[in-house]
């Protein structure tokens, strides 16, 4: 348990679709992050956020659409995906640097 | 830019001594994080290196070398459940982002 918390752990989705993945924290943390881990690549930074505000887009398309209502809650808004999004989906917190990630999302795309 | 790399892949006999070297070049630096992920499950945090040196952690040690832009993460006394991958990570200057290397999958064979 490393206090930050998703949901689904995993989603099966149409390219039609429109779901969400959810992401919360309970460690008190300013920042919090989406990452994207695919198979045999680098863990890839897709957001960040610091106090609730968005200080980081890492060139990441316009399909994938973040939300940070407070300081707590992060989600990840996803519509008319490919099948390359396949992936999984990692959250993560961080007050100094340090990233405590949660377990993941593992998103499939049809 | 960032560029951090890692072996891809490492086997090791248990109760055997491996180390994990990473590499890195990287525009700013301030600070590089090993993480441990097992198969399904979350990254999580084992060593943090900022200055030069070797910061020693139980059976982990990490190294850094700043003016090599290389660290190495040694394993001691392995154990089965030591098989994971091991992620190399660089934060950048002002402390908000981590960038990861590909990750280095090690297998621990009896």
């Known amino acids: 348990e490393t206090g930050v918390t998703q949901t689904p752990r995993h989603l099966v989705m149409g390219m039609t679709n429109k779901k969400s993945l959810k992401c919360e924290q309970h460690l008190g943390h300013n920042a919090m992050y989406w990452y994207k881990q695919s198979a045999k690549k680098p863990l890839e930074l897709m957001f960040v956020?610091?106090?609730?505000?968005?200080?980081e887009n890492n060139s990441v398309p316009s399909r994938f659409s973040p939300e940070c209502p407070n300081s707590s809650h992060l989600f990840l808004h996803l519509h008319t995906l490919q099948p390359e999004d396949s992936a999984l989906y990692l959250c993560?917190?961080?007050?100094?640097?340090?990233?405590?990630f949660g377990e993941g999302s593992r998103l499939t795309v049809l | 830019g960032q560029n951090i790399d890692q072996p891809t892949e490492m086997t090791a006999t248990e109760g055997a001594i491996v180390q994990i070297n990473c590499t890195y070049q990287?525009?700013?630096?301030?600070?590089l994080f090993w993480y441990q992920q097992h198969a399904g499950e979350a990254p999580t945090f084992l060593s943090y290196?900022?200055?030069?040196g070797l910061e020693e952690k139980g059976r982990f040690s990490s190294f850094l070398s700043r003016s090599k832009g290389y660290s190495y993460l040694l394993l001691k006394e392995l154990q089965m459940k030591d098989s994971a991958s091991y992620l190399c990570?660089?934060?950048?200057?002002?402390?908000?982002?981590?960038?990861f290397g590909g990750g280095t999958r090690l297998m621990v064979k009896p």
């Open positions: 990570a660089v934060r950048d200057l002002a402390g908000n982002m981590l960038t």
């Open positions: 290196n900022v200055l030069d």
């Open positions: 993560a917190s961080s007050q100094n640097g340090e990233l405590f």
């Open positions: 990287t525009s700013g630096f301030n600070g």
């Open positions: 956020y610091n106090f609730k505000e968005q200080t």
